[in-house]
Structures are given as C-alpha cells and as structure tokens.
Antibody
Framework: QMQLQESGSGLVMPSQTLSLTCAVSGDSINSGAFSWSWIRQSPGKGLEWIGYVFQSGSAYYSPSLKSRATISVDRPNNVFSLNLTSLTAADTAVYFC????????????WGQGTMVTVSS | QTVVTQEPAFSVSPGGTVTLTCALTSGSVSTSHYPSWYQQTPGLPPRTLIFNTDIRSSGVPDRFSGSILENKAALTITGAQADDESIYYCLLYVGSGISVFGGGTRLTVL
C-alpha cells in the first residue's frame, strides 16, 4: 500500500527558501494514476492547495504562490519536492504532501504533514 | 481569484441529518468541477470522503453522500454520530490545472 512521508526543514529564517521532500513508498512515483501535490495549513486555519506536478513534468500552482513555489519529481529516488522562496511568517504552516487522481482531481493519499516555522 | 465558500459552522443532533454546501463566488458548481470532500480532526491529515461529486472513498460509511444542490456541491450526513464532529472541507477543480479548497465547515454534533 502506498504511503507518503514528508521531510525537511522545520525552522527556516525569513527571506530564506523552504525545501521539503515527500518520499513515496509501496509503489512507484511513476504510477500513471497520480499527480503529486503539496497542501498547507496555517495554525488554526483551513487547507490551502499549493500546486501539482503531473507525470509529464508540467506543474500548476495556486495563483497566490505561483511566483515563489516550485514542485518537482526525482524519479530515481521515488520522491517529489517543494521549494518555496522568500519566506515570511505567513508561510508558517503544516505542509502536507499528497497524491492526486489525474482525472478526478482529488487527493487519494495524504502524508502525515510536517510543521514548518518561519522565524528568526 | 477564485473563491470557494462554505458555511463556517453547523450543528446537528445525534441521529440527525445535515447538509453542508460548497459554492463558487464566480458562478455555479457543476460536476465538471469534480467536487471532493475531506474530513479533518485536529492534528491529523485530512481524510478523503467523497470524490467526483458523489463517489464515496473506500471505507467511508454510506451515511456520507455527495451531490449537486441548487448550483452548489453538497455533502449530506444522514444519521450523524458523535465522531462525525470534525471540520469538513470541499475542493473544486476550477480549470487550467488549478484547484481551490473551501474555507471549511466546523460541524458540531450535540
């Protein structure tokens, strides 16, 4: 059974870049059924979709984060990643990785989430 | 920017029925938005309940159902139970590779 696990920096300085990785286990990241996504949740707030990367390599992002976010796939290592630049305190959140169904655009599988704090 | 709205809070009695809705400020919700619904309890990742408007995810009890009602996506819980007390989020695909979550509805069962 496929599982996802986030890892990366838990504390990042303002203006720096956040780098998170999601390890896919139990199946290949090349599974044609999925695109790979990041979602975040600020403390006490709702879910915010960040973006997807499809098997083709095409990536799509929330308009509010498009200028700062990059999602990429590392196929040999079966992981995908999120880079988010120019961090501010407003980027403090739990970051979830997820596998999304290519046709029905819903999240089939979720990671447990990782807390990221932006602070000096 | 596309905004998806949900009721901030709702209350239902145990055994009762409640319908939560998910609307687009820019127009009607249809099946082409592929509405999906998620249940979240604090400290845990969301649980997928419904996808493609009305298909229950594996293991989801049949007291949860999805539909389109009056140009909104809807999640109906029939025979609410205490452990249904959670926050419920909808997700809409708005085209051009973009998806948007609603703000969530906090459901109280009492």
């Amino acid at each position: 059974q496929m599982q996802l696990q986030e890892s990366g920096s838990g504390l990042v300085m303002p203006s720096q870049t956040l780098s998170l990785t999601c390890a896919v286990s139990g199946d290949s990241i090349n599974s044609g059924a999925f695109s790979w996504s990041w979602i975040r949740q600020s403390p006490g707030k709702g879910l915010e979709w960040i973006g997807y990367v499809f098997q083709s390599g095409s990536a799509y992002y929330s308009p509010s984060l498009k200028s700062r976010a990059t999602i990429s796939v590392d196929r040999p290592n079966n992981v995908f990643s999120l880079n988010l630049t120019s961090l501010t305190a407003a980027d403090t959140a739990v970051y979830f990785c997820a596998g999304a169904h290519n046709w029905y655009h819903y999240f089939v599988i979720w990671g447990q989430g990782t807390m990221v704090t932006v602070s000096s | 920017q596309t905004v998806v709205t949900q009721e901030p809070a709702f209350s239902v009695s145990p055994g009762g029925t409640v319908t939560l809705t998910c609307a687009l400020t820019s127009g009607s919700v249809s099946t082409s938005h592929y509405p999906s619904w998620y249940q979240q309890t604090p400290g845990l990742p969301p649980r997928t309940l419904i996808f493609n408007t009305d298909i229950r995810s594996s293991g989801v009890p049949d007291r949860f159902s999805g539909s389109i009602l009056e140009n909104k996506a809807a999640l109906t819980i029939t025979g609410a139970q205490a452990d249904d007390e959670s926050i419920y989020y909808c997700l809409l695909y708005v085209g051009s590779g973009i998806s948007v979550f609603g703000g969530g509805t906090r459901l109280t069962v009492l």
